[in-house]
Structures are given as structure tokens and as C-alpha cells.
């Protein structure tokens, strides 16, 4: 047997020298674990990233999978995905109390200050991290209520499309660069909204590429009316076949209306 094949593998720590981002890995070696952090955070320059071992990751090794918790116990910061906040040990320090709706909110807050511990933080260094698991179903909910106006918002669009001209075929399903994109965000009071709306179609006499209905949110520097577009190429065959359409009165209103 190969003793270098059964060498076992350790945990590194490889961080860049400003300490704010870095990873574990594993390897046999130092020097391969401080070549794979340094591709990924130091530009592949070895000189950019330190590599220190740690042992305390090493139990991990069989399915290189880190919890999150671990690593801030061991002094490691992570930005939670639902609310943003800097999750360190001293995240429970950190939680303001903030505005609570009524009383019952305001305790079930302190409750939650007072239990947490960084052993309820959610999450993997390779995945999304949560301050814990109320972070993370509320997360939940925001990802839900997004696919839910990326779909009806898309839906009114490809209406808007197939009212407008009949015999287009809209890009959709397998295309991930031209099938129908909505791109949601909070608005200033903290609302989801569509910022963004594209959806492609083919038409007859199309050469280069589909042409798009684009929307963008009133607020953006191109922002309110949608609007037609397509390749300079397929200018001529466009227009030909847009004048050869009836324009309908009665278009579907676009989301800015409809809210
Ligand atoms: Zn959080």
C-alpha cells in the first residue's frame, strides 16, 4: 500500500492575510490546501493567504462538510442570509431591540437573545448561513412569496406578449438566459416587489435572435413603460411583422398599474 495515498487528510485553515474571508480544507498537505484557498481568495498567489492547521476541524474530513456553528466557536463570522447580520459569538449582543409590533413580539425577542447560542446557528461553510432556525424559516417565507410574484409577474408578461402579437412563441422552460426573468426586491417600506421583468419570443422571420418585452420598475434610469427590443439584424423582419398585427385596446396593465 501507498503510505502517501494513506496519509490522512487535516483540516487548514486558509484565510486571506485581512482575515475577512477564508475557508477550511482538506488535504495532506499544507502546501495543497493553501494552493486551493489561494485560488479561491488570494488571486491564486500563495503569498496573498495564510494556512494554519485546525485540528479541531479534522473530525470533518470524511464528508468535508463544516458546520457553521463550529467555526464561529472557533472564532469564524458568517453574514446570516435572512437578515444580514454579522454572526459571531457576540451575536446575541448584537440583535437590537428594534421595533416590535406589540408586547408578546418585544419578549419573544429577548427570549431569543437570551437562549442563543452559537450552537444554533444554521448552516454549513459551503451553504447559506442563519443566525438560527427563526432566521431561516422567515427566510423560507421571503423565498416562497418571491417565487410567487416572479411566476404571476412572468404570467401577465407572456399575456402581454401573446395579446399583443399572437403568432410569437415565447422562450421559455430549458433556455436559462432567455426564459422569462423577474427580478423582485423590498421596496423602501420593506415590501417584495418586481424591479425587472424580460420575457423573449421568436417570431416569424427572425434570424439573429428573440426579441424581449423589457420592464423595469419606474424608479430605474429606463424605468416605467415596457417596451419592445430586438437584434439590429432583425430590425426589418420585426417591424414588417409587427405592423402586420392588429394593435389591441385592451392590453394587460403592467405590474406598476396593477399593484
Ligand atoms: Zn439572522
Not at 126 to 143: L, Y
Request: charged share 25%.
Amino acid at each position: 500500500m501507498n503510505a502517501i495515498a494513506t496519509k490522512p487528510l487535516k483540516a487548514y485553515a486558509v484565510n486571506e492575510h485581512d482575515e475577512q474571508s477564508g475557508a477550511i480544507y482538506f488535504a495532506r498537505h499544507a502546501i495543497t490546501a493553501r494552493k486551493a484557498g489561494a485560488n479561491e481568495y488570494g488571486d491564486g498567489e500563495l503569498s496573498y493567504v495564510s494556512c494554519k492547521r485546525a485540528p479541531w476541524a479534522d473530525r470533518f474530513a470524511d464528508t468535508g462538510i463544516v458546520p457553521a456553528s463550529v467555526m464561529v466557536e472557533q472564532g469564524w463570522h458568517f453574514e446570516c442570509t435572512c437578515c444580514g447580520v454579522r454572526i459571531d459569538e457576540d451575536l446575541s449582543d448584537r440583535w437590537q431591540e428594534g421595533q416590535h409590533d406589540c408586547l408578546s413580539d418585544m419578549l419573544r425577542q429577548a427570549r431569543r437573545r437570551r437562549k442563543w447560542t452559537p450552537s444554533m446557528i444554521v448552516g454549513t461553510q459551503h451553504s447559506a448561513v442563519f443566525c438560527d432556525a427563526a432566521c431561516e424559516a422567515a427566510w423560507q417565507i421571503v423565498r416562497a412569496e418571491t417565487r410567487r410574484i416572479e411566476a404571476r409577474i412572468a404570467a401577465r408578461f407572456k399575456a402581454i406578449v401573446l395579446r399583443r402579437f399572437p403568432d410569437a412563441e415565447i422562450v421559455d422552460g430549458g433556455d436559462r438566459f432567455q426564459r422569462p426573468h423577474v427580478y423582485v426586491t423590498r421596496n423602501a417600506a420593506g415590501r417584495l416587489v418586481p424591479r425587472q421583468a424580460v420575457v423573449a419570443f421568436r417570431f416569424p422571420g427572425m434570424k439573429s435572435a428573440p426579441a424581449t418585452l423589457r420592464w423595469d420598475h419606474r424608479s430605474t434610469y429606463h424605468g416605467g413603460k415596457p417596451h419592445w427590443s430586438c437584434c439590429v439584424g432583425d430590425q426589418a423582419a420585426f417591424e414588417a411583422w409587427a405592423r402586420g398585427q392588429a394593435v389591441p385596446s385592451d392590453l394587460p396593465p403592467v405590474p406598476e398599474e396593477a399593484a
